[in-house]
């Protein structure tokens, strides 16, 4: 009796400790099954960013789609421009089937589907008559009328939501403009170790290194319109053009309080949309001749002698669907946006080089107090050759 009673305990221990190692094998397969699916999600919307950084179909978001079945892509589309098909629909009607053939597929969308009649029908409508039974959302869309996520999940749909972070930064212009109604403004400043954009006889060719320049360059395609002032086209005498064949050059906004432009300088190629912001000191004979070239002549209030109130131009901007700038200089320009707090985000890129005089990047009086500083925050640094680039918000 001993022994057959010391056996029933050790088999229920037996069977106790079977029972935990099921439940912990249970537990790690599922979490291993967890993180599989979230690297394959990842894994999709990373290449669904791809395709939306193809274009800027401004002042609509940026926004790539796929379609995925027993693990592999069988649609996928980007949003080309404003008032064209979107993501989505492009990647739906590329499968070529039937919406029954689609109920085990996977629509991979960077940004949360629209709801809403625009220029185009809601996608969330296309997607449920298409049959996708699971979606995988980037990134919430900030426009309050796009209720997308929600309008999925009442009609049944697995909806999850990564909050991927690139997927909001490829949009940061749209949200920021859709909830200000204002442009999006980045400053792009290349400078010196002690903080030169240019030598004391005014050289500035070239700080960057080629990698730097190249970087730099290609961000011009991501905005609706680069910003210089006029010293820098009277120094530089830039052509602000997109260096990527095929795409469309951004608009080019000149600051020119009195309009002493002239004429020969290649800013105003009709290659592209051209902008001149001045005061009501403008010189009149000058305004026609810009005009029968095609630029676009806004007469603004003057903030302060020969001042151009930049506020009221970046209103302005905003309400003909400019929703993001790129500054491109100079000091001037730069110091003021940076007083009237108008700059959103910025970008330096640090050359190892020391001036010891010259060009400083910013003009302006300055703080008295260290505590006055401007801080960048969400800052994040690249090294480019032996260039370093920093980046940060304000």
Request: aromatic share 6%; hydrophobic share 35%; charged share 25%.
């Amino acid at each position: 009796m001993g022994s057959e009673h010391y056996g029933t305990i050790g088999g229920s221990r037996n069977a106790e400790h079977f029972e935990r190692f099921v439940r912990r094998a249970n537990r790690s397969m599922g979490r291993v099954m967890r993180e599989h699916m979230e690297n394959q999600d990842q894994k999709f919307i990373a290449q669904a960013l791809k395709l939306a950084k193809k274009t800027n179909p401004s002042p609509n978001p940026r926004v790539g789609a796929i379609i995925v079945k027993d693990g592999k892509i069988i649609g996928k589309g980007y949003h080309k421009a404003a008032g064209e098909r979107h993501a989505e629909i492009i990647a739906i009607q590329e499968t070529g089937l039937k919406a029954q053939d689609l109920s085990n597929a996977t629509l991979y969308v960077t940004l949360e589907p629209c709801s809403h009649y625009g220029k185009t029908p809601p996608c969330t409508d296309a997607i449920i008559d298409s049959g996708i039974k699971k979606i995988v959302i980037g990134c919430e869309d900030q426009n309050p009328k796009v209720e997308g996520i929600e309008k999925l999940k009442q009609a049944g749909r697995d909806v999850t939501l990564l909050k991927d972070q690139e997927c909001y930064e490829i949009n940061e212009a749209f949200f920021h403009w859709i909830k200000t109604g204002k442009p999006f403004v980045m400053l792009k400043l290349a400078m010196t170790l002690d903080g030169r954009i240019a030598t004391k006889t005014g050289d500035s060719k070239y700080i960057s290194n080629s990698q730097s320049r190249a970087l730099s360059y290609a961000w011009r395609d991501n905005f609706d319109a680069i910003m210089v002032g006029l010293k820098t086209i009277l120094i530089d005498n830039p052509r602000l053009t997109s260096r990527t064949p095929g795409v469309q050059n951004p608009a080019r906004l000149i600051v020119d309080s009195r309009l002493r432009i002239p004429l020969t300088s290649q800013v105003l190629e009709s290659n592209a949309r051209r902008i001149i912001a001045t005061t009501d000191r403008y010189d009149k004979e000058k305004k026609k001749q810009l005009e029968t070239l095609g630029v676009e002549i806004l007469v603004l209030k003057e903030e302060k002698t020969y001042y151009v109130d930049l506020k009221q131009l970046f209103e302005g901007l905003g309400k003909q669907n400019i929703i993001s700038i790129m500054v491109e200089g100079g000091a001037e320009l730069a110091t003021a946006l940076l007083e009237k707090k108008i700059i959103n985000k910025a970008a330096f890129f640090i050359a190892a080089k020391i001036l010891g005089s010259g060009k400083n990047a910013f003009d302006g009086s300055g703080v008295e107090k260290m505590d006055d500083a401007l801080q960048l925050k969400n800052v994040s640094i690249r090294k480019l050759g032996e260039d370093v680039l920093v980046v940060g918000y304000f």
